[in-house]
T-cell receptor, first 113, second 114 residues
Framework: SQTIHQWPATLVQPVGSPLSLECTVE??????LYWYRQAAGRGLQLLFY??????ISSEVPQNLSASRPQDRQFILSSKKLLLSDSGFYLC????????????FGPGTRLTVT | AQSVSQHNHHVILSEAASLELGCNYS??????LFWYVQYPGQHLQLLLK??????LVKGIKGFEAEFIKSKFSFNLRKPSVQWSDTAEYFC????????????FGQGTELSVKP
């Protein structure tokens, strides 16, 4: 069966520090991969999605970037965090043939102080 | 731009009460519609989905949703809720040819009192 991992589970970082969140998927190949953010009191906002290694689409202009160095690895990064980057970050995957049904990871709670 | 609105931020019900959670979207084209659920301590998971055909779709655990195109709505219903239905519910929309790009609503927290 397929599983999705995210780490760390929680993170507290000062403003201006770098960020790296990692997501890995097991038990499938060539998945679509997604990064979402949920800010307090708001729904999930799609940040990035990827249909293959090195193929990243950004949905909103922001302080963050994403990379996909391996087929089942998706990384969310920032060179300098802002207070507004605080939130709950979710990684998800879907099959190429059924991109609408997405399977979510446990998420990372990021607090920027 | 597409958007999804969920009217209720927090709903509190007693067991056996009926449930209806509202969801409206703003997009005039062909859409696919979803309800996702997150139970306490668990990952977000798909509850039900509508692509085409019968506008009344049934999902897991006795949930159903009705797509009313003229009202741009996709409300979630359950005739009799249980304490185990306590969770956060998210409505989501995707344009039919935009792959997996889901637009989520703000979420509705449902608390069911035993």
């Amino acid at each position: 069966s397929q599983t999705i991992h995210q780490w760390p589970a929680t993170l507290v970082q000062p403003v201006g520090s770098p960020l790296s969140l990692e997501c890995t998927v097991e038990g499938t190949s060539n998945p679509n991969l997604y990064w979402y953010r949920q800010a307090a009191g708001r729904g999930l906002q799609l940040l990035f999605y990827s249909v293959g290694i090195g193929q990243i689409s950004s949905e909103v202009p922001q302080n963050l970037s994403a990379s996909r160095p391996q087929d089942r690895q998706f990384i969310l990064s920032s060179k300098k965090l802002l207070l507004s980057d605080s939130g709950f970050y979710l990684c998800a995957w879907s099959r190429l043939a059924d991109a609408y049904e997405q399977y979510f990871g446990p998420g990372t709670r990021l607090t920027v102080t | 731009a597409q958007s999804v609105s969920q009217h209720n931020h927090h709903v509190i019900l007693s067991e056996a009460a009926s449930l209806e959670l509202g969801c409206n979207y703003s997009y005039g084209g062909t859409v696919n519609l979803f309800w996702y659920v997150q139970y306490p301590g668990q990952h977000l998971q798909l509850l039900l989905k509508y692509f085409s055909g019968d506008p009344l779709v049934k999902g897991i655990k006795g949930f159903e949703a009705e797509f009313i195109k003229s009202k741009f709505s996709f409300n979630l219903r359950k005739p009799s809720v249980q304490w185990s239905d306590t969770a956060e519910y998210f409505c989501a929309v995707s344009h039919y040819n935009q792959g997996g790009k889901l637009i989520f609503g703000q979420g509705t927290e449902l608390s069911v009192k035993p």
